[in-house]
């Protein structure tokens, strides 16, 4: 019997849905017999047949384009068949049935069948074995995904980089360096009895001060991409009534969220995904903050502060109008200290003062930090735009960024720990190499778990669960 990833796999690769074109793709080792079975003729490699795709009885289910890539020199690295045929759902199961049953067909020069163990394949089973074929790396399998799932253009641009293996180069540059510091290393423990300090002539301090700035600059560009890619979280809360909707409409450009003079119309929240400079903004407006004997509205303002607990960023909202009112200012310093007792303190709240409009002269010095604006007219929009990159990190690096992820940072970040531990054990006037090296290849494993290099087979089946079907 097979092993699981060696099994022939097929699978409609294009997105569920109608359309014009669709496309069933199969993967397996020595697919020539089952391409005649399966057309009733032979393909060229890597050129495009105009033929029809026939059903068991020989009648043609459609007609379309058949290409055959024969392995090593394919997406997967094993022969792979890819029929495109008209995008309707019907057709294209009905070609995805026919590629199975035709793997059970009798192969005339042997008898058995021609592909035995043509099964459907899962979620990113393709690029699963695109990866453990060494035709692409992890980064760049999982670049795969985020260039399929990216939300903004600069993601996009960002996960075709990290694609194209410039995230990876970056990596294999670190690892390079490492492993040659840490041969300096070994060699300097494997001869002790040698009267040469290998690690002082070969300024090993020198070569780990640079490969910490290295791993800076490679860690900022990769906190940019996973920027990129997950975005923040960004919860507008406040009072009824003090414009929260109005904003959300005004950040989207839209009329997502009703909006009305009526105190408690927002019960529950609204969420849109906007985009400042590529960088996805979740921005999501909540009901009103207040005491209510509404239950429905109890039920949203409980969610509100579901929302807020688990904000990146709160956009603290009040109303120029009633800036004077004991009131309402009673109630903004009841929700401030609300907050301050749910949030981590590392989350940032930025007041902001709406309905600057509605004021005949300008507003009296505000608190620091707070902002003024108005969603109505936009006067002040582009401040909150550019307060809410900054909060979130953003800097436009001039070489561009790749795509990234959190496991990505958390790995690279791990790395900077084990070079700090090492250039600690330099620092001394008697390091202990032994301790020296293990950091090192501590370090080494941490940059191998982004690429693949050392990573558990949990952590694939993980990442490539979430691909599509096909992919």
């Not at 960002?158 to 194209?164: F, G, N, P, W």
């Not at 009901?287 to 409980?302: F, P, T």
């Not at 807020?308 to 909202?317: E, H, P, R, S, T």
Request: glycine fraction near 8%; charge should be negative; hydrophobic fraction near 45%.
């Amino acid at each position: 019997m097979l092993p699981r990833h060696h099994e022939p796999i097929a699978a409609i690769a294009t997105a569920p849905g109608r359309g014009a074109v669709g496309i069933v793709r199969v993967s397996g080792r020595a697919l020539a017999p089952y391409v005649q079975a399966l057309l009733g003729r032979s393909l060229q490699p890597r050129q495009a047949h105009y033929l029809p795709f026939p059903d068991a009885a020989g009648q043609p289910i459609d007609q379309g384009l058949a290409l055959y890539f024969p392995a090593p020199h394919s997406y997967t690295g094993e022969d792979v068949l890819e029929l495109q045929a008209h995008g309707g759902p019907v057709v294209l199961q009905l070609l995805l049935e026919r590629c199975l049953e035709a793997a059970a067909t009798p192969d005339p020069a042997t008898g058995r069948a021609c592909l035995p163990g043509l099964r459907l394949a899962g979620p990113g089973e393709f690029s699963e074995r695109a990866f453990l074929s060494g035709k692409i790396d992890l980064a760049q399998a999982e670049a795969i995904a985020d260039l399929i799932d990216a939300t903004t253009s600069a993601a996009a641009r960002s996960a075709s980089r990290s694609l194209s293996g410039a995230f990876s180069h970056d990596i294999h540059s670190l690892r390079d360096a490492l492993v040659h510091l840490r041969m300096l290393v070994e060699a300097t423990l494997d001869f002790p009895e040698e009267d040469i300090d290998f690690l002082r002539q070969a300024d090993a301090r020198g070569q780990l001060a640079g490969l910490q700035q290295q791993l800076a600059a490679v860690l900022q560009r990769t906190r940019q991409g996973a920027l990129l890619r997950e975005g923040i979280k960004v919860v507008i809360a406040g009072q009824p009534n003090a414009g929260k909707s109005s904003l959300l409409n005004a950040l989207a450009g839209a009329e997502l969220a009703i909006v009305t003079p009526i105190a408690g119309t927002t019960r529950d929240k609204v969420q849109q995904t906007i985009q400042i400079e590529g960088v996805p903004l979740h921005v999501i407006d909540t009901a009103g903050l207040r005491e209510s004997s509404d239950e429905v509205e109890r039920i949203g303002i409980a969610r509100a502060w579901d929302e807020i607990a688990q904000a990146d960023a709160v956009l603290f909202l009040h109303d120029l109008t009633r800036r004077a009112d004991p009131a309402c200012r009673a109630a903004d310093a009841a929700i401030a200290q609300a907050m301050a007792a749910r949030l981590p303190a590392a989350v940032p709240v930025i007041d902001v003062w709406n309905k600057s409009d509605c004021l005949d002269a300008p507003a009296e010095a505000l608190e620091p930090g707070a902002l003024c604006l108005s969603a109505r007219t936009g006067d002040g929009l582009e401040r909150l735009r550019r307060r809410l990159l900054d909060i979130a990190g953003w800097q436009a690096l001039p070489e561009g960024v790749y795509i990234a992820r959190a496991r990505h940072v958390e790995a690279l970040q791990a790395v900077g720990q084990h070079l700090d531990a090492a250039a600690a054990q330099l620092a001394t006037p008697h390091p202990a190499l032994d301790l020296l090296a293990e950091e090192l290849r501590l370090a080494q494993n941490a940059l191998g778990a982004i690429t693949g290099e050392f990573t558990s087979d949990d952590l694939l089946g993980v990442i490539f669960s979430r691909f599509c079907i096909g992919k």
